[in-house]
């Protein structure tokens, strides 16, 4: 198997999602949500527990993504702006799962492409397109490290 092939949804996937009903998997997402509402505001935005990012557990520094669950869970009991505090990736987060139940279809088409266009550059290029990446995330997220 190939790493696109790891990453990126099966077509079997999309095709189950696209089979079952608008009306099932938008009561679905609402379900889910309702669910992820409940949790967030027993613990406080999913303040409180334990940490689950590996980076931060290992080197005890913050990785870029750090915060994101927390800031879904912030989004999801109405604190907005502390959510934008926490990580503002929450909420691509956030409209990527709406937009994935919503139209699988167009997450098929973008994952298509981004993975076309990714295998056509060089893997130098690859490893710098991560590594720029990573650093926009980081320099973005310095304020709140801080």
């Known amino acids: 198997m190939n790493l696109a092939a790891q990453f990126s949804f099966s077509k079997l996937e999309i095709e189950r999602l696209l089979r079952v009903k608008l009306y099932i998997r938008v009561l679905t997402l609402l379900a889910l949500l309702y669910f992820a509402r409940t949790l967030a505001n027993r613990s406080s935005g999913f303040s409180t527990g334990p940490s689950l990012c590996m980076f931060r557990n290992v080197t005890g520094l913050p990785c870029p993504f750090c915060g994101t669950t927390r800031s879904v869970g912030n989004i999801l009991i109405g604190n907005f702006n502390v ?25 098929k088409r973008s994952s298509a492409f981004v993975a076309k266009k990714w295998w056509s550059i060089t893997q130098r290029n690859q490893i710098f397109t991560i590594i720029a990446l990573l650093s926009v995330a980081w320099i973005l997220n310095a304020p709140r490290l801080f």
């Open 83 to 107: 959510a934008l505090n926490m990580n503002p990736l929450g909420y691509f987060s956030l409209a990527f799962l709406i937009v994935l139940f919503i139209s699988p279809l167009t997450i």
